[in-house]
């Protein structure tokens, strides 16, 4: 007798350890896609506030007043980074870091051609070609006497926000996908661990136990294994990414606390909500059922 108590609750600790197991691993799926989104923005932020512009003075400006102008610009919320660039660094850059500039100088008889500028990029929210034309259009207002001209790429510009834009597009595609994919495979898991209580919700049922009495502990198992299994897959996944920042020196994923708490979240949400709902319409069913369908 003993020993059938023990092998009942091995059999029922097993079924619960396989049910978290098959979830968790449902999630990972999930949260590997979520995470991809969550680390594509990052890069998207990163790309677009690495994007430059360049002011052009005018031939009376000289290097004193130039960098005056940029002192005034990085108090400006529109910029992440405002820089001076020399003469000497403008036809460095211009000739590239393995060609020789005196060739260029020899040309203008060892006089440099390239003014001072002044660089800048963006913060994110103005790396459009709204934003960069409304800083335009702000810079010659406030400088009209200085400038000359303001230049950056409009081509890489246009590029970065509708790459990225179609990326995050796939990418959702794909979550939503594997949701409902999980759905169907949670669903069947909490099914197939119902199955063998079917007996103990009917005998409870038959000796006048409520149906929202009969609900509640399962439900409320249901929440602790969706929280779990958010737990262990969310585990896994930073494992996964710990391993990649490591094995790849190409690759760094790196989150914010905000992202890392959003991903978090949505994982022990996703779990809780679909093995609840899951529970809640399984249970339905066998207390339902009648006796004779039971066997």
């Known amino acids: 007798m003993a020993a059938n108590k023990k ?78 660039v020399s003469p000497e660094r403008a036809i460095e850059e211009f000739t590239g870091q393995d060609q020789n500039t005196d060739n260029i100088l020899e040309i203008f008889e060892g006089t440099n051609p390239l003014p001072p500028t002044i660089g800048f990029n963006p913060i994110e929210e103005y790396a459009t070609l709204e934003g960069m034309d409304k800083i335009k259009r702000d810079l010659f207002s406030e400088y009209q006497d200085s400038i000359e001209e ?14 990225f834009k179609q ?26 661990a119902l199955y063998s209580k079917r007996f103990s919700i009917k005998t409870m049922q038959l000796v006048g136990a409520t149906s929202s009495y009969i609900r509640r502990p399962f439900l409320l198992k249901s929440i602790l294994i969706g929280f779990v299994s958010g737990i262990i897959s969310l585990a896994l996944l930073f494992g996964l990414f710990y391993a990649l920042n490591n094995v790849f ?34 249970l339905n069913k066998y207390l339902r059922m009648k006796l004779n369908d039971l066997y």
């Open 7 to 84: 092998n009942n609750q091995f059999g029922v600790t097993s079924s619960y350890i396989s049910t978290i197991v098959g979830i968790s691993l449902v999630l990972f799926m999930i949260g590997i896609v979520l995470g991809a989104i969550f680390g594509l923005e990052n890069i998207q932020k990163q790309a677009k506030e690495n994007l430059q512009g360049d002011l052009f003075f005018k031939s009376e400006m000289n290097s004193a007043d130039i960098k005056q102008v940029e002192q005034e610009l990085k108090t400006w919320s529109q910029f992440r980074k405002v820089f001076y």
């Open 150 to 163: 303001v230049s950056y790429d409009k081509a890489s510009v246009e590029s970065v926000n509708l790459g």
């Open 167 to 192: 990326f995050v597009y796939l990418f959702g595609a794909v979550a939503i996908l594997l949701i409902l994919i999980a759905v169907a495979m949670i669903n069947n898991t909490i099914r197939l």
């Open 249 to 282: 020196d190409s690759i760094e994923i790196s989150y914010s606390i905000n992202a890392f708490l959003t991903l978090l979240g949505s994982l022990i949400f996703i779990g809780i909500f679909i093995t609840y709902i899951s529970t809640f319409f399984a």
